[in-house]
T-cell receptor
Framework: EDQVTQSPEALRLQEGESSSLNCSYT??????LFWYRQDPGKGPEFLFT???AGEEKEKERLKATLTKKESFLHITAPKPEDSATYLC?????????????FGPGTRLSVLP | DSGVTQTPKHLITATGQRVTLRCSPR?????VYWYQQSLDQGLQFLIQ???????AKGNILERFSAQQFPDLHSELNLSSLELGDSALYFC????????????FGPGTRLTVT
């Protein structure tokens, strides 16, 4: 069964305090790993796609990396506006075509 | 603004009723996905359509059905509603099949009383 777990469940940082969020996955055939940001009551907003182990993507204060079993979202010198829930998702091949599995998310709070 | 629109924003209905949620994808996007997000289950994939045809199925109940029309808009039909169906329902779109990012709409909040 395809599974995605994320840790920590919640994270509080001071402004400027860098940290990393973890996403661990177990899938039968990984086609892509995605990071999204979700603000309360809104739809997820796309951040990154990673396709193969060793791949890295960067955008402003965020950097995503991928290994064979997990992905990390590094946040460098975060600002209060980075506060949100960060979701990791995988697209996997399955007997029924494709499967899209989201993790439970990490709720990030950045304090000024 | 992702360019994906969903109507209605809020829906309150009673158990046993039937509702239809509507989604218009971003201009040019051929794939549409439906998700259910509840507090205890997180974001759950329901179903995907590509250019009018069903392409993938997730944890969609038999009481739920969807379709994508020739103009590419999609509808999710929920019938014999139960209290546990109360959730946020999101539609997302992407330009092609394959492993591409999805752009999510603002969601429809369904409350079943």
């Amino acid at each position: 069964e395809d599974q995605v777990t994320q840790s920590p469940e919640a994270l509080r940082l001071q402004e400027g305090e860098s940290s990393s969020l973890n996403c661990s996955y177990t899938v039968s055939g990984l086609r892509g790993l995605f990071w999204y940001r979700q603000d309360p009551g809104k739809g997820p907003e796309f951040l990154f796609t990673l396709y193969s182990a060793g791949e890295e993507k960067e955008k402003e204060r965020l950097k995503a990396t991928l290994t064979k079993k997990e992905s990390f979202l590094h946040i460098t010198a975060p600002k209060p506006e980075d506060s949100a829930t960060y979701l990791c998702a995988v697209q996997a091949s399955s007997n029924y075509g494709q499967n899209f599995v989201f993790g439970p998310g990490t709720r990030l709070s950045v304090l000024p | 603004d992702s360019g994906v629109t969903q109507t209605p924003k809020h829906l309150i209905t009673a158990t046993g009723q039937r509702v239809t949620l509507r989604c218009s994808p971003r201009s040019g996007d051929l794939s549409v996905y439906w998700y259910q997000q509840s507090l205890d289950q997180g974001l759950q994939f329901l179903i995907q359509y590509y250019n009018g045809e069903e392409r993938a199925k997730g944890n969609i109940l038999e009481r739920f059905s969807a379709q994508q029309f020739p103009d590419l808009h999609s509808e999710l039909n929920l019938s014999s509603l139960e209290l546990g169906d109360s959730a946020l329902y999101f539609c997302a779109s992407s330009p092609r099949q394959g492993a591409y990012e999805q752009y999510f709409g603002p969601g429809t909040r369904l409350t079943v009383t």
